[in-house]
């Protein structure tokens, strides 16, 4: 079954530090990533995404992630955090199913910013 | 107005109540979505909608009942809700339904059952 793991609830980082928020799937075909964040009240806004070719994708915001097959790892990066970043982090994997591209999210990952 | 709105964002409704929820996509999508956010749960699929055909209900009990009467407008129809069904309710559209449709959602409705 398709299930998506993302092992940190809350993370809190420094203004300027680099970050990782660490995301595994499980999927039996290729899967369509996604990183979504949700600020305090608000939807979720895409991140970015990966359905194949170069691992590394580039998003918005200056956040990249990278798939690695082997690891089942779709890992959100960025190398200095703003404090306008503080949200949660969603990630989730995507494909057909009964007809429709169905999303199963991870449970997010809070991201706290020390000024 | 652009993207997926949602109204209202805020919803207070005693159990016996009925409210509906609205959501508009201006972006000509095809497939339409509905979502529960629940505390410390992940996002929950409700239903589907595609070309205002529905797709997929998700074992969704009855007093959730959805309603597409375009390709540019869900509503989700409430009665008799219980307290547990307090959460943030959000909806999504996508072009199409393929897994490279990428989903758009909108800001959600704060949902509170008293």
């Known amino acids: 079954a398709q299930s998506v793991t993302q092992p940190d609830i809350h993370i809190t980082v420094s203004e300027g530090a680099s970050l990782e928020l660490r995301c595994n799937y499980s999927?039996?075909?290729?899967?369509?990533l996604f990183w979504y964040v949700q600020s305090p009240g608000q939807g979720l806004q895409l991140l970015l995404k990966?359905?194949?070719?170069?691992?590394l994708v580039q998003g918005i915001k200056g956040f990249e992630a990278e798939f690695k097959r082997s690891q089942s790892s779709f890992n959100l990066r960025k190398p200095s955090v703003h404090w306008s970043d503080a949200a949660e982090y969603f990630c989730?994997?995507?494909?057909?199913?009964?007809?429709?591209?169905?999303?199963?999210f991870g449970a997010g990952t809070r991201l706290a910013v020390h000024p | 107005e652009t993207g997926v709105t949602q109204t209202p964002r805020h919803l207070v409704m005693g159990m016996t109540n009925k409210k509906s929820l609205k959501c508009e996509q201006h972006?000509?999508?095809?497939?339409m979505y509905w979502y529960k956010q629940s505390a410390k749960k992940p996002l929950e699929l409700m239903f589907v909608?595609?070309?205002?055909?529905?797709?997929e209900n998700n074992s969704v009990p009855s007093r959730f009942s959805p309603e597409c009467p375009n390709s540019s407008h869900l509503f989700l129809h409430l009665h008799t809700l219980q307290p547990e069904d307090s959460a943030l309710y959000l909806c999504?559209?996508?072009?199409?339904?393929?897994?490279?449709?990428?989903?758009?959602f909108g800001p959600g409705t704060r949902l509170t059952v008293l």
């Open positions: 999504a559209s996508s072009q199409d339904r393929g897994p490279a449709d990428t989903q758009y």
């Open positions: 999927y039996g075909a290729t899967p369509y």
């Open positions: 990966y359905f194949s070719g170069d691992t």
């Open positions: 989730a994997v995507g494909g057909p199913s009964g007809g429709y591209n169905k999303l199963i």
């Open positions: 972006l000509g999508h095809n497939a």
């Open positions: 909608y595609s070309l205002e055909e529905r797709v």
